[in-house]
């Protein structure tokens, strides 16, 4: 059966006739704040969620996610500040009623049910007629690719087959929305790189509303279409993938998107007289004029953090101008090799083709240009960016 076709049967399977079409999920969140005692795991968040996005929700362990996708579900309840979905207020709506679907990252499956079994729960919880729900238990295998396990029980599949079926108990219902709680954490790297691909096409088909939250930035950057970096309970940016990577609003951003991460290299703001405004760095002088109006503002003396991608560092030939460094560690990686050098004490990290590479061993001498047109600078005490 082709996919098409699957779909389409997918979508004339209906409990009622309110599911004929795709229910709309747009999700704001004003001002939440939640505390746990002395801990306060949301300093008030906001965020607007688009009908049909896949938003992803991106920041280290106890930055707040968890705890937002559990107020957004309903299985906490905020100190402060609101939740609508669709222009309504969620306060006070009970957890059955919010029309959600909630993932979690132990998967909580049923392990005395066969996949048919657990896939069929929530139908059934729903007094769904048995045809309707033996019907679309297995058009959702068959869309999740696990109609080889509906008699075999959780235990005896592999981590993603468990991954699948837990995504299957989500989808199965039809809810409005989507929220995924580090889901991928316990699988392998394989896995992981395979259910991922798994995400974007089943958003693809379904187009249900997804919030998914991640501590993996690989994910976050490969799968969501807007990304909303969380720290210390409140959002520092929010903006596509291209656009964190390029513009990060301040220094937590920059470090925490790209790999390997940003080199941060301090520097001393200098005003040059009629050449401009420079930088003092430890092994140059860095030219300001890029930066010159958001320079403009800031004293002379001013500490500024000069942020420069390992990908905007090159190589140049040993005649040639650029700044002196050692190579201290080559790090093959398949089609690139990272070099961690340092440049008058200061340790930077660049990365060059294979090839490159290979032509390299710890403690060779190199000279290297920074390219100038994709740095961002940094204030050092606060980390917001300057330019």
């Known amino acids: 059966m082709v996919l098409a076709d699957l779909l389409d049967r997918h979508s004339r399977v209906e409990a009622n006739s309110s599911e004929r079409t795709r229910r709309m999920a747009q999700v704001r969140l004003t001002g939440l704040t939640k505390s746990y005692g002395s801990v306060h795991a949301l300093r008030g968040v906001d965020l607007e969620v688009d009908d049909g996005e896949f938003f992803v929700l991106f920041g280290p362990s106890a930055a707040g996610k968890t705890t937002t996708l559990r107020v957004i579900a309903g299985l906490e309840r905020p100190d402060g500040g609101s939740l609508t979905v669709d222009g309504h207020d969620m306060a006070g709506v009970p957890v059955k009623r919010r029309d959600m679907a909630m993932v979690f990252q132990s998967f909580a499956l049923y392990p005395h049910m066969t996949t048919f079994q657990n896939l069929a729960y929530p139908l059934r919880e729903m007094k769904m007629r048995r045809a309707e729900t033996d019907a679309r238990v297995r058009e959702t295998a068959e869309l999740l690719r696990i109609t080889h396990t509906l008699d075999r029980k959780p ?75 969380i720290q210390h309970g409140q959002i520092t940016q929010v903006d596509t993938p291209e656009h964190l990577y390029a513009k990060p609003i301040d220094r937590h951003v920059a470090s925490l998107i790209g790999d390997p991460p940003i080199n941060l290299i301090k520097g001393t703001l200098k005003h040059g007289g009629n050449r401009g405004p420079a930088i003092e760095l430890p092994f140059m002088e860095l030219n300001g004029d890029p930066w010159r109006e958001g320079l403009q503002a800031l004293d002379p003396g001013t500490e500024l953090l000069v942020g420069i991608r390992p990908h905007d560092l090159s190589l140049i030939d040993s005649g040639g101008d650029g700044v002196a460094a050692t190579i201290e560690i080559t790090e093959p990686q398949g089609d690139i090799t990272i070099l961690d050098l340092s440049a008058a004490g200061v340790p930077l990290r660049m990365v060059v083709a294979e090839a490159t590479g290979a032509r390299y061993t710890a403690g060779d001498s190199v000279r290297i240009a920074l390219a100038g047109a994709d740095t961002r600078l940094f204030l050092s005490d606060s980390g917001t960016m300057v330019a």
Do not use: C, W
Not at 211 to 229: F, H, K
């Open 155 to 229: 235990a005896s599949l592999s981590g993603g087959e468990q991954q699948r079926l837990a995504i299957g108990r989500a989808i199965i219902r039809r809810p409005r929305l989507f929220l995924f709680d580090e889901p991928l954490t316990n699988l392998d790297a394989k896995l992981r790189h395979d259910m991922r691909a798994e995400f974007k096409r089943l958003h693809r088909e379904l187009g249900t509303t997804t919030i998914y939250a991640t501590p993996d930035q690989l994910e976050a950057l490969s799968i969501g279409e807007r990304i909303a970096v």
